[in-house]
């Protein structure tokens, strides 16, 4: 009895971890598109949303003083590499291997960079610092094609931030933690549904400290998303004096 209501208080917890990431990344989501909404009302209450949205984009690829087929070039490139990675990963494993989050995140790379930045930081950092030395199962093991997904996945989110002039607000984090509760809400349902294996035993809402690695791992977002975050700034601040004649 004592085990079942340890259980069920691992349980509790553990869904309001997720739960209120959610709901706190709504909230950001919700109330910065308010501001947004309100602002453009105010200052350009006659522009058409999509139009200013494409004309914003375009022009901040010509103010990073990189011509936009560069650009073009190096999505085209990364898009092939890693649907190539990707490939070749489910070929060595089986489709089962979709069940990472990494594999998610590389999909996620290959249609739409703008979401990885955060993602891509915890991906490697997990994987680097807690699969690689502490974890191994039958569904895991270290090879080539998984350095090289944990590898390619950040040299071309960084060569694409390079190449780019486009915001990364901090309200972006809010995308970044919902992305991830989805992974995780999606890992219980199938769970519940009868997988009998997780991809990461530390998902696992029964195991030991459960409650604790959740609360960990959704802490984590906030460094990994500042590294990121830094690094565009970085970026942004030795712009002009790259390419001076693009600052206005």
Known sequence: MAIDAQLHWQLLLCVAIVVGSVTASLWTILRKKKKKDTHADAVQPWTDGAASGFS???????????????LLALRATATAALA???????????????????????????????VCGGAVVLTDVVFWAIIV????????????????????????????????CLAFPWSGIAYFLLWTCS????QWIVHVCGLTWWPYPFLNPTAPWSPLWYFSMALLHLPCYIVYWWIASVKNRCRPLMFPQFTA
Do not use: Q
Not at 183 to 186: G, K, L, N, W
């Open 84 to 114: 190539a990675v990707l490939l070749w990963d489910l070929r060595t494993y089986d489709p089962t291997i979709m069940m990472y989050y990494t594999e998610w995140v590389l999909s996620l790379e290959i249609v739409y960079f703008g």
């Open 133 to 164: 030395p502490f974890i191994s199962s039958a569904h895991f093991s270290f090879n080539a094609v998984m350095g090289c997904m944990h590898s390619f996945n950040l040299v071309f989110l960084l060569a694409e931030t390079a190449l780019n």
């Open 56 to 70: 914003s984009s375009t022009g901040a690829m010509w103010r990073s003083g990189v011509h936009p087929a560069w």
């Open 183 to 186: 992974y995780v809400i999606i």
